[in-house]
């Protein structure tokens, strides 16, 4: 997801590396901030494969500061993730956001109503956080009220995406791009 979010983030707009680890980190920083020691090798290996160039420009002070940018490669390889991620971009919560975030940049409606219907389907099974055997549980199942809470949040939210997903999928089937 990392890369993907490089990939992603450098479509929209070059970026030097500390603007590219404040956006990564604003979109998935909430569960595992992203740290220089991971972000930087993750550039490198893009860099090498050709995904990504780098420019040296002057910075505002005495450093110079370097602009990443997306190549055409790299946007043929994101293109490429986008259209056929892997089962746990779509079943994590965490993952699928970042995925979402950059859908747009896959230019056919036709795929990322592929990558939605994935979402929709893996929605559609019943799943808890909590069970009885194999029997997910539901909130009004539950007598704690903290995980009542959670089976409710949990299920609003979920609600919540099954609208969306279908409004959009709809748009997308009929040409729109709302």
Do not use: C
């Amino acid at each position: 997801m990392l890369e993907l979010a490089i990939l992603g983030f450098l479509h929209d707009a070059p970026l030097h590396g500390y603007e590219l680890r404040k956006r990564i980190t604003a979109l998935t920083g909430h569960v595992k901030p992203v740290a220089e020691s991971t972000l930087y090798p993750a550039i490198k290996r893009l860099e090498r494969a050709g995904l990504l160039a780098r420019e040296t420009r002057p910075g505002a002070g005495a450093a110079p500061r370097h602009v990443l940018t997306l190549t055409a490669d790299g946007r043929a390889e994101l293109r490429r993730r986008l259209a056929d991620p892997a089962e746990v971009d779509i079943t994590d919560e965490n993952r699928w956001f970042t995925l979402l975030s950059f859908l747009r940049h896959l230019d056919d409606p036709a795929r990322q109503a592929a990558v939605l219907e994935r979402r929709l389907a893996f929605l559609r099974h019943p799943s808890s956080f909590f069970y009885e055997g194999d029997r997910p549980l539901r909130a009004e199942e539950v007598e704690d009220p903290f995980r009542r809470g959670v089976l409710t949040i949990a299920r609003a939210t979920s609600q919540a995406e099954l609208s969306w997903l279908r409004r959009t999928l709809d748009a997308l089937r009929a040409g729109d791009e709302s």
